[in-house]
């Protein structure tokens, strides 16, 4: 009977339905308050105490992240689609920090996974493996022959944490006033030239 109280009178039939229940909750909060949110916050949502997510998730950070990798192909898709047929690295990077800038605020899942739960506040969210993960599959959508341009995977997989340094700044601190061609123009000046083969 016990039991029952919890998850809302439906508990989960194993450990990979709990996991997919508490993920969704994060995610459905995430849109509703466009905020962070806590572990707390998905066990109200949940009817579960807090033990019980930190099970599953031991950080808000790595819950929220997993949360916002559901976002993840949808995003990539459209900031490939913004570099479809550059092929130049540099004027591709350029290209989609530019996209990403734009597109990201709207987005409260990938906010928090790019920019960090608290804005100014450091976070490891960025650096985080899904965060990696998202910036190496972010690079290789674009239309880029990376290894005729001397890129090995491990310079791609630099490349990645370079490009998410660079967009958690972004994010965090926006450039002021910016037009999207002036801000294409001040990282063709200031990050273009870190890419080039």
């Known amino acids: 009977m016990a039991r029952r109280r919890g998850w809302n009178g439906h508990p989960?039939?194993?450990?990979?339905?709990?996991?997919?229940?508490?993920?969704?909750?994060?995610?459905?909060?995430?849109?509703?308050?466009?905020?962070?949110?806590?572990l707390a916050?998905?066990?109200?949502?949940?009817?579960?105490?807090?033990?019980?997510?930190?099970?599953?998730?031991?950080?808000?950070?790595?819950?929220?992240?997993?949360?916002?990798?559901?976002?993840?192909?949808?995003?990539?898709?459209?900031?490939a689609d913004r570099a479809r047929g550059i092929t130049d690295p540099a004027d591709a990077v350029?290209?989609?920090?530019?996209?990403?800038?734009?597109?990201v605020p709207r987005n409260s899942q990938m906010r928090v996974l790019l920019a960090g739960p608290q804005?100014?506040?450091?976070?490891?969210?960025?650096?985080?493996?899904?965060?990696?993960?998202f910036g190496h599959t972010m690079i290789a959508a674009l239309d880029v022959?990376?290894?005729?341009?001397g890129y090995a995977d491990a310079d791609v997989d630099e490349l990645a944490e370079y490009l998410l340094r660079v967009l958690h700044s972004f994010l965090v601190a926006p450039a002021p006033d910016r037009t999207p061609e002036e801000l294409r123009r001040f990282l063709a000046r200031w990050v273009a030239p870190a890419i080039k083969p």
Not at 14 to 34: G, P
């Open 94 to 103: 350029v290209e989609i920090i530019v996209g990403a800038v734009t597109l």
């Open 41 to 79: 916050d998905v066990a109200q949502s949940l009817g579960v105490i807090r033990q019980t997510v930190y099970r599953y998730f031991p950080t808000a950070d790595a819950l929220m992240s997993t949360a916002a990798l559901r976002t993840v192909d949808a995003l990539i898709a459209q900031l």
């Open 119 to 133: 804005a100014g506040v450091h976070s490891t969210a960025v650096l985080s493996a899904g965060s990696i993960a």
């Open 12 to 38: 989960p039939t194993d450990d990979a339905e709990a996991t997919e229940r508490i993920v969704t909750a994060a995610t459905e909060l995430m849109e509703q308050t466009q905020a962070t949110i806590s």
């Open 145 to 149: 022959d990376w290894p005729a341009h």
